[in-house]
């Protein structure tokens, strides 16, 4: 077995996951009188308001540590845009004619900055939603744009985690165990991350 | 506050219909300030907070007669004192009961997501229900008026309720009855209509202000408490009460087609992944075991 993930990056990966899971649930029952019930059932829709902002700086939190854990591995490189332009393959489980990649692939990179990005939007205009009062009445401007920013770029991450949570649980077969017990089997590894597979063996 | 013997006509964050709409028609009540008649002695602030059982509070000199800059949390009827310079300089006192305006289209309950934290009675009253809020302060963003004020300590949100529970029992709103002038009425919309458009023909007439005009914007339906202004083409003069008040249209983005929008998304997205398992299933690796 090959060491994908450390102790370290799979703790941050579940800090991440649980508080996006929980902001994801109270903010979808704010976001419709259809979801409401949500926050009932997390302990009453003015507890999931109380906590909703506090357990988003944690989320934002374990965001910043991972950027800082895989800056290097998410850069995206000329062989990311050309297995980019391979997607159609990837997409119809055709691996063995796609180029090889380095640890992570385009997909993996791109929703890891779409996350950090719509987090950091979220994090902004979600200050605004959380002390509106503080924004004087002649900026007022911000209090109407934080609306949309905050629901958009929430919108926004929802899709690309509903994509992230299909590909790690069903879709690519040992990801999930990888995230979990941090090991992939070697062709695993050769299949989805030839060059990193090359490098971390010494091959 | 007081909901016993008002029917609701509009709910916040309400999925499904309002019980018992149209049941019954009610006439719609508002106030008329008459701001030509205002002395600002301030009878309305301590009647208010007499009423409605609130604690005197510090009080925020800002070199004007003004109790404090804006309404509070606990203060939610404020005169606002401007002195004005006319255009030939001479110099007029504009003061002007600030407080809720009860909307017709209101946009602190358009922006609400708690069910039944906002309700407008068939009278025409908006009314917080505190109980119901769950202090996300949306209704501080949706009001074009400033007026929802925010209890960082109890975490609800609280106004004028138009005193809703006098209203309710057949009683004029405290603020009327302690007007010494008699600037402040209160009756049936259409009656407080008509008697603004008299006292503004008779500004027109016998006072000289030819720019004098009821206020009851349409941009928001109309509103529940209307001004008669000396000049009706600055009202941001009287303390920047706004020329064209309307929900804002992000407000009614996010609350309307956005939503729309994202449902369909996030359905979809759903659709998606289900769709691509059933049609190319998963990534299979078979294990060739540690050879290249």
């Known amino acids: 077995m090959i060491q994908r993930y450390t102790l370290i990056e799979r703790t941050i990966h579940w800090v991440a996951a649980l508080t996006y899971i929980y902001v994801l649930l109270t903010g979808l029952a704010f976001y419709s009188p259809h979801l409401y019930w949500i926050g009932t059932m997390l302990g009453g829709a003015p507890t999931s308001r109380f906590w909703h902002p506090w357990i988003a700086l944690l989320f934002f939190a374990a965001i910043l540590w991972m950027l800082r854990v895989w800056r290097s591995d998410m850069r995206i490189t000329s062989i990311d845009l050309r297995w980019g332009q391979s997607i159609g393959k990837y997409i119809r489980n055709e691996d063995e004619d796609l180029p090889p990649v380095e640890r992570f692939n385009l997909g993996q990179k791109y929703f890891f900055w779409v996350m950090l990005w719509a987090g950091v939007v979220l994090l902004v205009s979600g200050a605004v939603l959380w002390f509106p009062e503080r924004i004087p009445w002649n900026f007022r401007g911000f209090r109407y744009a934080a609306v949309l920013l905050h629901v958009s770029s929430a919108l926004i991450t929802i899709g690309a985690f509903i994509i992230h949570v299909y590909m790690g649980t069903a879709m690519v077969r040992g990801g999930f165990t990888s995230i979990i017990r941090g090991v992939v089997t070697p062709g695993w590894a050769r299949l989805h991350h030839r060059l990193w597979y090359d490098r971390v063996t010494g091959r | ?292």
């Open chain 2, 1 to 292: 506050m007081s909901s016993a013997t008002l029917r609701v006509q509009k709910i916040s964050g309400h999925a499904g219909p309002v019980p018992g709409e149209g049941t019954q028609r009610q006439q719609q009540v508002a106030k008329l300030i008459d701001t030509t008649t205002c002395i600002g002695c301030k009878a309305c602030e301590v009647a208010c907070l007499e009423w409605n059982d609130l604690p005197f509070r510090e009080t925020v000199f800002d070199n004007t007669y003004q109790t404090m800059p804006e309404t509070e949390w606990n203060y939610w009827n404020l005169i606002k004192f401007n002195e004005h310079t006319r255009e030939d300089g001479s110099f007029q006192w504009l003061m002007r009961k600030d407080g809720c305006m009860h909307c017709a289209d209101p946009g602190c309950l358009a922006a609400c997501p708690a069910d039944g934290a906002i309700v407008q009675y068939q009278n025409g009253i908006v009314d917080f229900q505190q109980e119901n809020c769950i202090g996300c302060q949306y209704c501080v963003t949706g009001c074009p008026f400033n007026i929802p004020k925010f209890n960082p300590h109890t975490k609800k949100v609280f106004k004028c309720t138009l005193c809703s529970d006098r209203v309710g029992q057949g009683l004029e709103p405290a603020c009327i009855k302690a007007c010494p002038t008699g600037c402040l009425h209160f009756g049936t919309k259409d009656d407080m209509r008509d008697l603004g458009q008299t006292r503004v023909q008779q500004l027109k007439d016998h006072s000289g202000f030819q720019n004098a005009g009821l206020y009851d914007p349409a941009g928001v339906g109309g509103t529940g408490v209307m001004y008669v202004l000396h000049d009706i083409t600055n009202p941001e003069a009287y303390g920047g009460l706004p020329s064209n008040p309307r929900v804002p249209w992000t407000v009614r983005l996010w609350k309307g087609p956005l939503k729309w929008l994202g449902n369909a998304a996030m359905i979809g997205g759903l659709i998606g992944v289900t769709m691509h398992y059933l049609r190319f299933g998963p990534k299979q690796v078979e294990d060739r075991g540690d050879r290249p």
